[in-house]
């Protein structure tokens, strides 16, 4: 218990004594493709899940890939990794397949987030206006 919480502590003081531009990519939390991901965490990923950043963005609720295996090469940059797929909550394939998209798209640690209009699922999200509010004048 105390060698959990002295580790704890280190670990905090470390990353607080780092520049956030000059920290190793270990330390980083930020987006980058799969392999980028994976290589921060111990077993090279293997038992986690990641999900890509823009099924959040389309408001995609609980879909993810839990890594099985995985492989580096070029200083974990590029690589292979296998796992199963998991969309709005439910198992899709039923064993390992090869991720595909790891270097096209931004990859990140845990579930995809995002508000499901269970009620109302055909709806479509309002658009945003690009053009500003303009003031007439009266």
């Keep these: 218990m105390l060698w959990t919480l002295a580790r704890h502590d280190l670990a905090s003081i470390i990353k607080r004594s780092i520049p956030a531009s000059k920290a190793p990519p270990s330390l ?52 292979k990794a296998w796992g199963l797929l998991f969309w709005k909550g439910k198992q899709v394939s039923e064993k390992p397949e090869r991720i595909r998209g790891s270097l096209k798209y931004s990859w990140n640690e845990g579930r995809s987030e995002g508000v499901w209009d269970y009620e109302n699922p055909n709806a479509k999200r309002a658009k945003k206006s690009i053009r500003p509010n303009t003031i007439q004048a009266a």
Excluded: A, M
Aim: glycine letters at 12%.
């Design 28 to 79: 980083s939390r930020n987006p980058g493709n799969l392999y980028e991901v994976l290589s921060r965490t111990p077993l090279g990923g293997v038992g986690r899940i990641v999900h890509q950043t823009r099924w959040t963005t389309k408001k995609i609720p609980d879909c993810y890939w839990k890594v099985t295996t995985s492989r580096f090469k070029c200083e974990g940059k590029h690589g």
